[in-house]
Nanobody, 124 residues
């Protein structure tokens, strides 16, 4: 089992920045891909950004490319999402995800563990 705890959400204005963190504990290591998904109000959960186990492969949703940056600190078993130039349409609950199987790629298309989520609200 893997436990994921997100932090860093909040209420900001359009154009502001936020940094989300996700600390993993339990059966985790640098061999697992991690990433972020989000669920806007009334919509389905969607992929935001992911980083492969190697750290050399990173993927982003088109809607956040150039504004969001994902990174990981394997020594701390933590993944970060730096969000710049936030827009009202970025408003969502952001979930941290951790692959259940090792050596996965950045899109995290396989089975995953999920955090409980952190709310990001961007006002116009």
């Amino acid at each position: 089992q893997v436990q994921l705890v997100e932090s860093g959400g909040g209420l900001v204005q359009a154009g502001d920045s936020l940094r989300l963190s996700c600390a993993a504990s339990g059966r985790t290591s640098s061999r697992y891909a991690m990433g972020w998904f989000r669920q806007p109000p009334g919509k389905e959960r969607e992929f935001v950004a992911g980083i492969a186990w190697s750290g050399t492969s990173i993927g982003y949703a088109d809607s956040v490319k150039g504004r969001f940056t994902i990174s990981r600190d394997n020594a701390k078993n933590t993944v970060y999402l730096q969000m710049n130039s936030l827009k009202p349409e970025d408003t969502a609950v952001y979930y941290c995800a951790h692959d259940k199987n090792p050596y996965g790629e950045s899109r995290l298309t396989g089975m995953k563990y999920w955090g409980k989520g952190t709310l990001v609200t961007v006002s116009s």
